[in-house]
C-alpha cells in the first residue's frame, strides 16, 4: 500500500539554526500538508500546499517557517532559525484532493532542539 | 475559535468487548469527520471518515455514527484487540479548511 515516507525519523538541532524536514508524499495525491505535535499535545495544522503554492495557513507558520516542492516527489518544511518551542512531532500527510477526502499521515520527524 | 474534543481522554475494555470512543465538535457547519489511530512513534492512521449528509458508516470491525443534532461522533471498535491499544483522534473540517484535531482517548485493550 502507499506510504508517506518522512525523513529523518529524528532531528537534533541547535537553537539558532536551520532545519529542513523531508517528506515524500503519496505519488498521485495533489493536496500536502504539514502538522506538528507538540508531546503529549494534539495535532495542530501549519500548512497546505496545493499546485506549487501555499494554500493556506495556520498562526503557527510563521516567517520562519517555508515549504518548498523542489522536484516532483520531495515536499520539504524548512525552519529558518529555530527556537526550544519547535521542539515537537512533525507530520506531513497528503491527500488525493482537498476537502472531503482522508489525508494520509507519514511516521514523522521528531525534531529536538537544544 | 470552534474546536473538536474528546469526552474522556483513557479508556480500558477487556480483549473480545466492543469499544466506543466519543467525541464532540462545536463547528456545525463541519462536513466533513475522521477518525485515526496513532501508535507509540507512529503518525496518524486514516480508520474511516464520514461525510455529514450520512449518520452511519461500518467498515472492517469499525463503524462511525454521527449525530448532527448534537454535534456528536463516535467510533465503535467490534471485538477489540490488543493490536486496537493506541490513541485514537477524531477530526472535522468544513469545505477546504484545515482538519482540526481532538486531544485523542488512550484505548488500553485488557487481555
Known amino acids: 500500500e502507499p506510504e508517506v515516507t518522512q525523513t529523518p525519523s529524528h532531528q537534533v538541532t541547535q537553537m539558532g539554526q536551520e532545519v529542513i524536514l523531508r517528506c515524500v508524499p503519496i505519488?498521485?495525491?495533489?493536496?500536502f500538508y504539514w502538522y506538528r505535535q507538540i508531546l503529549g499535545q494534539k495535532v495542530e495544522f501549519l500548512v497546505s500546499f496545493y499546485n506549487n503554492e501555499i494554500s493556506e495557513k495556520s498562526e503557527i507558520f510563521d516567517d520562519q517557517f517555508s515549504v518548498e516542492r523542489p522536484d516532483g516527489s520531495n515536499f520539504t518544511l524548512k525552519i529558518r532559525s529555530t527556537k526550544l518551542e519547535d521542539s515537537a512531532m512533525y507530520f506531513c500527510?497528503?491527500?488525493?484532493?482537498?476537502?472531503?477526502?482522508?489525508?494520509?499521515f507519514g511516521d514523522g520527524t521528531r525534531l529536538s532542539i537544544l | 475559535g470552534e474546536s473538536v474534543g474528546l469526552h474522556l481522554p483513557t479508556l480500558s475494555v477487556q480483549e473480545g468487548d466492543n469499544s466506543i470512543i466519543n467525541c464532540a465538535y462545536s463547528n456545525s457547519a463541519s462536513d466533513y469527520f475522521i477518525w485515526y489511530k496513532q501508535e507509540s512513534g507512529k503518525g496518524p492512521q486514516f480508520i474511516i471518515d464520514i461525510r455529514s449528509n450520512m449518520d452511519k458508516r461500518q467498515g472492517q470491525r469499525v463503524t462511525v455514527l454521527l449525530n448532527k443534532t448534537v454535534k456528536h461522533l463516535s467510533l465503535q471498535i467490534a471485538a477489540t484487540q490488543p493490536g486496537d491499544s493506541a490513541v485514537y483522534f477524531c477530526?472535522?473540517?468544513?469545505?477546504?479548511?484545515?482538519?482540526?484535531f481532538g486531544k485523542g482517548t488512550r484505548l488500553s485493550v485488557i487481555a
Open positions: 500527510a497528503s491527500s488525493e484532493s482537498g476537502g472531503n477526502q482522508p489525508q494520509h
Open positions: 505519488s498521485n495525491h495533489l493536496y
Open positions: 477530526a472535522e473540517n468544513e469545505g477546504n479548511t484545515p482538519l482540526v
